[in-house]
């Protein structure tokens, strides 16, 4: 890559795979599963934590040698919440049913504990580009977990995606409603989110050995 | 009869990990065993208790649309409601740190077994969850703001505590190795939330449709009345 070394590409997609913030460093699990049902307010709350954590980690970046260490959670707290009042106002604005749906989850990104993982783990401890970089790298890679379980969920539970009856009317039985396909309604209630994220898990790692935890 | 109701319902209808999935990260991180689970269980309820009442009385007096009108006519169409984030999460954070002093001055013993986990407790999302539900919920007053902490924060501590027993037992079964430790934990608390899920039959008790039903029911099977006594027995609880 031209314009990322190999050491800051590795920033991004190490989170991506190996190093997942849901799957293997256990962080922002909350949000995560809480507003899953729809694969559009997945993909809206992906992009609104890419945007906190971009920002929010090129911030503690710059003002990192100035922070007295005693107070750095307030201070941490204090430019997450900024930025998520920012993205809950705008939301307000162009996308009205979809922040009722969302609710208090908008909210509730500013304890994820992606954010003040990152803030605490490498945008203390690093410049800001790379800082930049390790921001976008975990909010792409809780994204991407996000995604997939809101494309499994909405898919089996509704037999729509983004909204669009992909898979034929289930009342006029067309598609593969005719030949008695049926809505799994269990995927979009609460529970199904954990097991899926589980099974997610369990794909990870068979597929990557290394991963597997000794008890 | 309020009170009784609305501290049922946030135990185990809308409980905090099961039906919001609030606090996960510390549920997931801190339930390996019984023993540190109930320490955070109990700072859980403790800090809840304190932060909810507050947050409410901020709510009530400062962020609502039309909640400066103590202060005088003039300021009675201001609306300070989007800058509730920050309030709630800087009035955690200092009660966070205003109880750590105070337990550690008075109560040395507690302070000692507590300790650690109360600076946690400001990144927990239950936390700032149960102040966003209480908003959201518009909860009317200040002691069922309170009755809304503590029962959200029991109904956390009894899945922590749940889940952190299971934890301690599932270490002598043979669990496939991809799923080992954090995937089985994930598929176990799927299941416990699918149980819970049970209790959402309780919201039906001051429901006239439901009452409906189950007399219809009953005049049509007696051999299932002791089931329907049951129901008509926590229906009575609920109201």
Known sequence: MGLLSRKDAKLISDPLADNNPITIQVLGICSALAITAELKASIVMAVSVLFVMGVGNVVISLIRNIIPSKIRIIVQLTVVAALVIIVDQVLKAFAYELSKTLSVFVGLIITNCIIMGRFEAFALGNGLWRSFLDGIGNALGYGVILIIVGFFRELLGAGTLLGYKVLGDPIEKTGVYAFGYENNGFMLLAPMALIVVGIIIWVQRSRNKALIEDE | ?239
């Not at chain 2, 997931?28 to 109930?38: D, E, G, R």
């Not at chain 2, 700072?43 to 709510?59: H, K, Q, Y």
């Not at chain 2, 799927?190 to 209790?199: E, K, Q």
């Open chain 2, 1 to 239: 009869m309020e009170h009784i109701e609305l501290f049922f319902k946030s135990i185990f209808i809308d409980n905090m990990v099961f039906a919001t999935f609030l606090g996960m990260c510390s549920y997931l991180a801190v339930s390996k065993k019984v023993s540190t689970a109930v320490g955070l269980g109990a700072a859980v309820i403790f800090v809840l208790a304190v932060t909810v009442p507050v947050n409410w009385l901020l709510d009530q007096y400062i962020l609502q649309p039309g909640a400066l009108k103590w202060l005088g006519t003039e300021y009675a169409d201001f609306d300070l409601s989007f800058l509730s984030f920050i309030m709630f999460i800087a009035t955690i954070a200092t009660m966070v740190q205003l109880v750590e002093i105070i337990v550690e001055k008075f109560a040395p013993g507690l302070y000692n077994s507590l300790g650690i986990f109360l600076p946690l407790i400001a990144v927990n999302c239950a936390i700032l969850g149960g102040s966003l539900f209480m908003q959201s919920r518009e909860i009317p007053s200040i002691d069922l703001a309170f009755n809304y902490g503590v029962s959200s924060g029991i109904g956390w501590f009894l899945a922590i505590l749940a889940i952190a027993a299971i934890r301690e037992k599932i270490r002598y079964s043979k669990v496939p190795g991809p799923l080992r430790g954090l995937g089985i934990t994930f598929i176990i608390t799927g299941l416990m939330a699918i149980g819970f899920m049970s209790f959402g039959g309780m919201l039906t008790g001051g429901d006239d449709e439901a009452k409906a039903k189950e007399e219809v029911k009953t005049a049509e099977a007696p051999r299932k009345a002791n089931e329907n006594k049951l129901v008509t027995n926590t229906t009575s609880i609920n109201e």
